[in-house]
């Protein structure tokens, strides 16, 4: 494998940074979630569309097997699945807090190892295990905490951050296999085009409307693209081909903490102490079963 010439782990830094201001850019948003994740991606493709041309991008998808075509499709549609439910998770309706969702959906490290474990029968060591117990031993305590507010529905909006980390863990585990084989552009713009397609016939299919949002909603859609998608996702799926899936998903960790921070300083949103206990269960049982993660995504390479 060709050495890159800019450090991955810089750009995993950067990717962190701009994904912790996605929570942000969703919950000052009044537009329904799923147009929020339409006008995300659609955005994103404007954007990635001169650099596909130009690049002359499609050549490499001419030459791809149908599979793998079929793969990253797949992997789109996940992909959509999970900017939908994770998004639905902060919806004023739910009550959802910004730091049970960003907690929340980071479990989708914690599934990766659970999927390589179903899916692949990789062997489960004592630690990760324990790691594993950790994090949703904290992830209950948040639910907890959910449950015992004035109303369920925050509760509702956990199980959508839950239910947001395992289409992520899911779309990242095809990523690692299928970037090691096709480049970032052609990869993420094939990607990206799938998932902004599946969120449009959602959002067709529910009957939302598509241009009756003032301009500050249309600005935060399209900050929603730049930072955290190009400079978020975009740079994650560029790493995967040289980074391991496993310390990407520990990267991940700081993502949280800098949506709270974010929350507390723009929006004045300040956790529960409870939430805050939970996460750091939920945070550091993720490390934990992280630690030994490097031999997951060799099985998952040698097991397409």
Not at 38 to 51: A, N
Not at 139 to 168: F, Q, R, V, Y
Request: one cysteine or more.
């Amino acid at each position: 494998m060709s050495q890159p010439r800019v450090n991955p782990y810089l750009a995993v830094i950067i990717g962190v940074i701009g994904t912790s201001f996605a929570a942000i850019f969703v919950r000052l948003s009044t537009a329904p979630f799923l147009i929020i994740a339409f006008y995300r991606l659609f955005f994103t493709i404007l954007i990635l569309s001169p650099i596909f041309i130009r690049l002359k991008a499609w050549r490499e998808l001419r030459f791809l097997s149908r599979k793998k075509i079929l793969i990253i499709v797949a992997a789109g549609v996940l992909l959509a699945l999970h900017f939908a439910f994770w998004m639905a998770s902060l919806d004023p309706v739910f009550g959802t807090s910004i730091a049970s969702s960003v907690i929340l959906v980071d479990l989708s490290s914690i599934f990766v190892a659970i999927f390589a474990y179903i899916l692949l029968k990789e062997k489960l060591t004592r630690v990760r295990i324990i790691g594993i117990l950790i994090a949703f031993l904290g992830a209950c305590i948040i639910a907890l905490n959910d449950w015992s507010s004035t109303s369920n529905s925050s509760l509702l909006g956990d199980i959508l951050a839950l239910m947001g980390a395992i289409m992520c863990a899911l779309y990242l585990v095809i990523g690692r296999y299928v970037r090691q084989e096709v480049n970032l552009i052609p990869y993420v713009f094939l990607l990206y085009s799938a998932c902004t397609l599946t969120l449009f016939l959602v959002c067709f299919s529910v009957g939302h409307p598509f241009f009756t949002y003032n301009l500050v909603n249309f600005i935060l859609f399209l900050a929603l693209a730049i930072v955290p998608t190009i400079f978020g996702h975009t740079l994650y799926n560029w790493a995967l081909k040289f980074v391991d899936t496993a310390i990407i998903g520990v990267s991940l960790l700081a993502e949280p903490i800098g949506s709270i921070l974010l929350g507390i300083v723009i929006i004045g949103e300040i956790p529960h102490l409870l939430v805050i206990a939970g996460g750091i269960l939920v945070l550091g049982g993720i490390y934990l079963t992280f630690r030994v993660a490097p031999k997951v995504m060799k099985k998952i390479e040698q097991n397409p």
